[in-house]
């Protein structure tokens, strides 16, 4: 199969490790060799692992827009994963703007430092999308990975885009309680590790 990563930062790494491992003919399009898109034409899927920064405390995506709008210009048929996080309902949205595109949104959960193993052994698949390309698109990601029990979730678009979100939110916040522990914890004389060993112990909350 052929495939492009549009983005070559720690996701398009992961996917890219992945998939040639499987001997799939992947090319990598970033801004040093912006002069090899034309041949993404020949490519069956394009996965977009693009950097969409905050600015005034919203999600810039306008470089995800800026390939989408190439894409579309050079008549591209093939499908189009965004893995980027984006904010929920803007696939659904820039779907209706590029009708000719074949459109599916599927988050990564990649953890620093352990991306390369998260993308062979991925704690779900989550795909968004019309449902008879996403589930393939699911099979593909399946076969992709070496994990067999894998969960794998489809959804729409705007509900894959809230579970990232939401996951990225949850995350955040069990970072600051365990930071306002750690405080607490040195304020008060305790043993940090002692306290956060036995919270975690309930399996409610877990010791990721």
Known sequence: MKITIIGFGVVGKALLYGFKKLGHDCLTID?????????VINSEIIFLT?????????????????????????NFKGLVVIKST???????????TYKDLNILFSPEFLREGTALFDNLYPSRIVVGGKEKIAKEFLDLMHESAKADDIDLIHSSTSEAEAIKLFSNAYLAMRVSFFNELDSFSIIEGLNTKN??????????????
């Open 50 to 74: 693009l950097p969409t920064p905050l600015k005034k405390n919203q999600l810039d995506q306008s470089i995800i827009e800026m390939y989408l709008k190439k894409l579309s210009k050079i």
């Open 86 to 96: 984006v904010p929920i309902n803007f696939t659904k949205e820039i779907q209706q």
């Open 31 to 39: 801004k040093n060799n912006l002069g090899d898109f034309k041949k």
């Open 195 to 208: 306290l956060i060993h036995g919270v975690s112990l309930d399996e409610r909350i877990g010791n990721e």
